[in-house]
């Protein structure tokens, strides 16, 4: 058997970059990861214990209380109304499902995963576990004349993006939904940053909407047919350590992966799918999460453009997606020097190889001190 071939992790080239940053006598900044700091709420916390006494196997398709939350949170927060349990599924986090997703739909060798230009790096990894092929999809005519072999099987959205945080509005969702169903092409659409939108409203409100979901009417009309959402609770409410996300849309595609899934044993923690449940029915602890990453982009947005570089996109999610119009680990470097460390935007495909990664998930402390680092 051939062994599998995928990439270096793209993480472990930024040893010596950290290792620099951490020599600065004020210690490490580390912007280059978008994993939470800030406490799991108390609600969550609670529920999980509350459900700590689980002695028997739980459900791989969630519990009907479980699927009844995210359906109704889809209707409260994505205005997506009418899901039907068995059209949501509980995941390990959302990384195993961006992972695994073209295996359990089926893909092999011959196929394509059409991804973002500028893109996580799993969407491509996901494509390689299968033993398809990835290619990069950024517009509609980008793929050039289709045919049976040029034709990708899947196709991945992602907005907000990772990493520059860029909002595909309705009409361009509408314009790839009605552009798939017409050459049978799956489309799954990343969603995990939609409740971090900086954009104000058409009121004005700062409290932004929701980023419109690939499920959503105006996009899909009446049906979800060929459509996955794929959400994760990670950002949204400090869950990463819990692995709580979701998969959601197509009745028949839930149905075909929860039912390889249960094969596989890929199944949520019976005190986790509680907790879950519980967290996507408080808002209120989202409102927290939405007004402390706020306060810290204001902070550090100004203090990175002071510095030289210029941010685009940007206007959702955890990050700063900024350049120098220089090669990005030279920029790295540049700031590891000033104790702060970042992503090569080089992580994410051959289109961010000017481009750094700027995360807001670091305490205030820490936020405080990245902007008097960068200052002239």
């Known amino acids: ?63 009907a209380d479980l699927r009844a939350a995210i359906c109704e949170w889809f209707a409260r927060r994505r205005a997506v109304p009418g899901l039907h349990p068995d059209a949501v599924l509980p995941t390990i986090g959302s990384k195993e499902l961006v992972a695994w997703l073209p295996t359990l739909l089926g893909l092999g060798a011959g196929d394509l995963v059409g991804i973002p230009a500028v893109a996580y790096p799993t969407y491509d990894i996901g494509a390689r576990l299968a033993g398809a092929s ?18 990708p099987k899947l196709l991945w959205l992602n907005s907000p993006g990772n990493p520059n945080g860029q909002v595909l509005g309705v009409p361009h969702l509408r314009k790839v939904v ?25 009121t004005g409100d700062l409290g932004g909407p929701a980023t419109p979901s690939i499920l959503h009417p105006d996009v899909c009309g009446d049906s979800h047919d060929g459509l996955l959402a794929v959400y994760s609770l990670s950002k949204q409410s400090n869950l990463a350590g819990y692995r709580a996300a979701l998969v959601a849309g197509d009745r028949m595609l839930v ?20 907790a879950m449940a519980v967290a996507l029915r408080d808002d209120a602890h989202v409102e927290v999460s939405r007004a402390t990453y ?36 030279n920029t790295v470097a540049d700031l590891a020097d000033r104790g ?32 008097g680092r960068l200052a002239p």
Do not use: N
Request: charged letters at 25%; hydrophobic letters at 40%.
């Open 1 to 63: 058997m051939t062994p599998l071939e995928l990439p270096d992790f793209p993480w472990d080239s930024l040893a010596p970059y950290k290792a620099r940053a951490g020599a600065h006598p004020g210690g490490i900044v580390d912007l280059s990861v978008g994993t939470p700091v800030d406490p799991t709420p108390d609600v969550v916390q609670r529920a999980l214990v509350d459900a700590a006494d689980a002695p028997g196997y739980p459900l791989t398709s969630g519990t």
């Open 340 to 371: 702060i460390l970042v992503a090569p935007g080089s992580f994410y495909g051959w289109a961010g190889t000017r481009h750094v990664r700027i995360a807001l998930t670091a305490t205030d402390e820490r936020i405080a001190t990245a902007c």
């Open 178 to 202: 009605e552009w798939a169903r017409r050459h049978r092409v799956v489309v799954a659409s990343d969603e995990c940053y939609a409740e971090l939108d900086w954009r104000p409203d058409e």
């Open 255 to 274: 149905g075909r992966i929860l039912e390889l899934r249960k094969h596989a044993g890929m199944i949520m923690p019976a005190p986790v799918q509680r």
């Open 294 to 329: 706020r306060r810290r982009r204001e902070q550090l947005l100004p203090a990175v453009e002071a510095f030289g570089l210029r941010v685009e996109h940007s206007e959702a999610g955890l990050y700063l997606w900024a350049t120098r119009d220089e090669e990005c680990w």
């Open 134 to 151: 990835s290619v990069v999809a950024q517009s509609l005519t980008s793929l050039g004349p289709l045919t049976a072999t040029t034709t």
